[in-house]
């Protein structure tokens, strides 16, 4: 069981242009939950999922979209990236929203 | 707003020592959920120990423990008998009980492990 995927592992991409970081998990998890991680700041949520098909915006949604087509996948998008998003971008996944978080490796993305 | 204090940015440790990493938070809530998650070099996310507010017993895992203050909105973690391994970013993450989407999480302390 791999439990939760990332990818890609890192990335560096010019400002403006479109990225998707892509989350996949194994556990059949109904929630699932996108932070971003900046030095000194800890974890902050940008975007939530409590089941398929329905999302929601965490405390940092601007700038980033969601989709939730199926249990196990939950992409994060950039539309026009800028300096500010960089980051590092973690995916996390419960069994329901009242459970345990479980994280991913992450995703360093850099925005020049 | 909940808001989630990690007051020790860094912290060391003798190897097979204990350590005391300090946390406190801000609710109005009476039920919620904390945490301590460990970061190690690697950038995984690793839940270390996790506390019901409504429980009063305070919560164990092995060498790792926490002394829960609900009065004084304090969440320690003691780490009794340290190993090189236990070197890591620590995190604090507080959660409502009713409305579980959102880990508040601290800014972290660094913990340095001596050999």
């Known amino acids: 069981i791999a439990g939760i995927t990332q990818a890609p592992t890192s990335q560096i991409l010019a400002a403006g242009r479109r990225m998707t970081l892509r989350c996949t998990q194994d556990?059949?998890?109904?929630?699932m939950y996108w932070y971003r991680q900046d030095l000194g700041l800890g974890l902050r949520l940008i975007h939530y999922?409590?089941?398929?098909?329905?999302?929601g915006k965490g405390e940092v949604p601007d700038g980033y979209s969601v989709s939730r087509a199926n249990t196990d996948d939950f992409p994060l998008t950039l539309a026009s990236a800028v300096p500010s998003q960089t980051s590092v971008y973690f995916c996390?996944?419960?069994?329901?929203?009242?459970?345990?978080?479980?994280f991913g490796p992450g995703t360093r993305l850099t925005v020049l | 707003a909940q808001t989630v204090t990690q007051s020790q940015p860094e912290m060391s440790v003798q190897e097979a020592e204990t350590v005391t990493l300090s946390c406190t938070y801000d609710?109005?809530?009476?039920?919620?959920?904390l945490f301590w998650y460990k970061q190690p070099p690697s950038r995984q996310m690793i839940l270390v120990i996790r506390?019901?507010?409504?429980?009063?017993q305070n919560a164990t895992e092995n060498r790792f423990s926490v002394n829960f203050q609900k009065a004084a909105k304090s969440f320690s973690l003691k780490i009794s008998d340290s190993q090189l391994g236990d070197a890591a970013m620590y995190f604090c993450?507080?959660?409502?009980?009713?409305?579980?989407?959102?880990?508040?999480f601290g800014g972290g302390t660094r913990l340095m492990v001596k050999p």
């Open positions: 996390a996944s419960s069994p329901t929203t009242q459970n345990t978080q479980y």
């Open positions: 556990m059949r998890h109904n929630a």
């Open positions: 999922s409590n089941t398929a098909g329905t999302t």
């Open positions: 609710t109005s809530e009476s039920d919620y959920y």
């Open positions: 506390q019901e507010a409504y429980k009063q």
């Open positions: 993450a507080y959660r409502r009980a009713n409305a579980g989407n959102m880990l508040t």
